[in-house]
C-alpha cells in the first residue's frame, strides 16, 4: 500500500505491506485524512523527531473492509471516521473504540472525525446559555468549528477576532455579528462596543491570545482555553491578578479521555448532520503523493489555508 513516511528531509511517499488486523480490530481502506496542527509541530522539527514519529495522521475516514472475529456493531461495507494513528496511508488498523460510523449524509472528506470530537468535547464545557455574548480569538479551522457549536447552542452576540482578513470572513460567514484583526482594534475598544464577553474561547494558541482574553472576559465569566500552545516550549504567562479579580472559570478544552472523545465525535458527526456543523469552505484537498507539498503549504502559512485534507482513495 502507499504510505507517506516522514524522514529527516520531508515526506516521502513508500510502499508497504498492508497491515493485518487481529481479531478485536478493524482494517479500514482510507478514503481521506486531515491535516492536525500536532503532525506539523512533528514536521517542522522532523530533524530530531521523524525517526520516532515517521507515522502520523490521526484524523482519518473511510470504508471498513475486514472485521475481527470479535468486533461487534461494525462490518464490512461502514463508512466510519476515527482517531487511530497512523492513517496516512491506504489501509489503516482500528479498535471500535477509536471508530464512529458516518451518518448518509455526512461526506467522508468533510467528517474530520479527531478534530471534531476536540471542538466538541470543547463546546460541552464552553458552558454557554442562550443569549450570551462569546468571542472567539483565532477564527482557524478549529475556531470556527466552536464558533459553530456556539452558535448551535444558541449564544447571542459573537465576535471573531483574528489577524487574517480571510479568516475574518469566514467568521462573518458563519455568524459573526462583528470581526476585529487583533492588532488594529485593541480589547477597550471592543469592550466599548460589545461590553465583557460571557464566554472566551481561546483558538490561537498564542500569549497575546491568553492576554486578549483576559481583558475581554466578564467578570465570573468563562475563558476556554482550545489553542494548541507550543511557541516559547509552551510556557505561558497570565495575569492572576486579573483572573482572581474576575472571579472567572478558566477551562482547558483538550480531551484525552479515549470515551469522551468516542462520544463527541459521536455527538459531532450527529453536528455535522443535522447541518450545525459544516467543515465544507474551510479545507483544502490534497493528494496522498502531494503529502509534502500539503505540509508546506501548512508550513508558510499560504493564504487562505486553514486546514488540509489528504484524499488518499477518492
Not at 520516532?52 to 475486514?66: A, D, P
Not at 492513517?87 to 489503516?92: C, E, M, N, T
Not at 471534531?116 to 477564527?139: E, L, S, T, W
Not at 469522551?260 to 479545507?283: F, H, N, S, W, Y
Request: aromatic share 8%; with cysteine.
Amino acid at each position: 500500500m502507499k504510505t507517506a513516511v516522514l524522514t529527516e528531509k520531508g515526506f516521502e511517499i513508500q510502499e508497504l505491506a498492508i497491515p493485518e488486523i487481529g481479531d478485536d480490530e478493524l482494517l479500514i481502506k482510507t478514503h481521506s485524512s486531515g491535516v492536525c496542527s500536532g503532525d506539523l509541530f512533528v514536521y517542522q522539527n522532523r530533524g530530531t523527531m521523524a525517526k520516532e514519529y515517521s507515522r502520523l495522521g490521526h484524523e482519518g475516514s473511510g470504508l471498513v473492509v475486514q472485521a475481527g472475529k470479535n468486533v461487534t456493531g461494525f462490518s464490512d461495507g461502514d463508512w466510519v471516521t476515527s482517531f487511530s494513528l497512523p492513517v496516512y496511508a491506504d489501509y489503516f488498523v482500528s479498535k471500535p473504540s477509536e471508530l464512529v460510523k458516518l451518518p448518509p449524509s455526512v461526506e467522508p472528506t468533510f467528517a474530520l472525525g479527531e478534530a471534531i470530537a476536540c471542538c466538541v468535547h470543547a463546546g460541552n464545557r464552553f458552558g454557554i446559555k442562550p443569549g450570551y455574548k462569546v468571542a472567539i480569538i483565532g477564527c482557524g479551522f478549529m475556531g470556527i468549528v466552536c464558533q459553530q457549536i456556539a452558535r448551535a447552542q444558541l449564544a447571542g452576540d459573537i465576535v471573531g477576532i483574528d489577524p487574517l482578513a480571510d479568516r475574518l470572513a469566514l467568521s462573518k460567514q458563519f455568524g459573526a455579528s462583528a470581526q476585529y484583526n487583533p492588532f488594529e482594534v485593541d480589547a477597550q475598544t471592543i469592550l466599548e462596543k460589545h461590553g465583557p464577553f460571557d464566554v472566551v474561547i481561546e483558538a490561537a494558541g498564542v500569549q497575546s491570545a491568553v492576554d486578549l482574553s483576559t481583558e475581554l472576559v466578564a467578570e465570573h465569566g468563562r475563558i476556554i482555553l482550545v489553542g494548541y500552545h507550543q511557541s516559547n516550549n509552551g510556557m505561558r504567562s497570565v495575569n492572576m491578578q486579573l483572573w482572581n479579580y474576575k472571579a472567572i472559570d478558566v477551562v482547558n478544552g483538550h480531551v484525552r479521555r479515549v470515551d469522551e472523545k468516542l462520544d463527541a465525535m459521536r455527538q459531532g458527526m450527529e453536528m455535522m448532520a443535522k447541518g450545525e456543523i459544516d467543515t465544507r469552505p474551510l479545507v483544502q484537498i490534497f493528494d496522498l503523493a502531494d503529502t509534502e507539498k500539503a505540509f508546506q503549504a501548512l508550513d508558510e502559512r499560504q493564504d487562505g489555508l486553514l486546514k488540509a485534507v489528504l484524499m488518499i482513495n477518492p
